[in-house]
T-cell receptor, first 118, second 111 residues
């Protein structure tokens, strides 16, 4: 079964540093997402990406965050100046959306990157 | 956005059938109902999805009444490895693609 992969599995950084989290979505998928989950809390949507541009973003996704699909396979999340409260699991997901009915298709999640900001 | 309500936690023993009910009173006509499972420190994993009546796959069954205001995830003969958080999702943001997670139901299976 095809999988979404993410690297690194764990990233430790100092406050104020830039980090880039990497994802390889499933190859024929067209929609890409980033979610985060602070320890003990629910999974929160950050941003969705389609046709090489952001299609939707949440209030969490402020100017410190950016996403990019630099080539045909990778999808990255950059945090420009990390804060302590950015410590969380970050999940990438991808989707191949059919046109009929919202939610008809499945979002496949990667294993996540645990980001620890010191 | 359709809001979902499900129990915070449930306990079960190995070999039992577990039913987790989710209410979604303001589900939209075109919304599907999807259940995800999440183990600690892992990404959510799709379990099952349905629109109405009953759907069954190798992992679970999903029962949806005619009014679609609720749904029940049924896990047959659970094992210790089914201990996880289970999310019922029908809510989508205005773009129609993002998943909006609630707090889910933490299922604990004991021997």
């Amino acid at each position: 079964e095809p999988e979404v992969t993410q690297t690194p599995s764990h990233q430790v950084t100092q406050m104020g540093q830039e980090v880039i989290l990497r994802c390889v979505p499933i190859s024929n998928h067209l929609y890409f997402y980033w979610y985060r989950q602070i320890l003990g809390q629910k999974v929160e949507f950050l941003v969705s990406f389609y046709n090489n541009e952001i299609s939707e973003k949440s209030e969490i996704f402020d100017d410190q965050f950016s996403v990019e699909r630099p080539d045909g396979s990778n999808f990255t999340l950059k945090i420009r100046s990390t804060k302590l409260e950015d410590s969380a699991m970050y999940f990438c997901a991808s989707l191949s959306l059919e046109t009929s009915g919202r939610g008809k298709d499945t979002q496949y999640f990667g294993p996540g990157t645990r980001l620890t900001v010191l | 956005l359709a809001k979902t309500t499900q129990p915070i936690s449930m306990d079960s023993y190995e070999g039992q059938e577990v039913n987790i009910t989710c209410s979604h009173n303001n589900i939209a006509t075109n919304d599907y109902i999807t259940w995800y499972q999440q183990f600690p420190s892992q990404g959510p994993r799709f379990i099952i999805q349905g629109y109405k009546t009953k759907v069954t796959n190798e992992v679970a069954s999903l029962f949806i009444p005619a009014d679609r205001k609720s749904s029940t995830l049924s896990l047959p003969r659970v094992s210790l490895s089914d201990t996880a958080v289970y999310y019922c999702l029908v809510a989508f943001n205005q773009a129609g693609t993002a998943l909006i997670f609630g707090k889910g139901t933490t299922l604990s299976v004991s021997s």
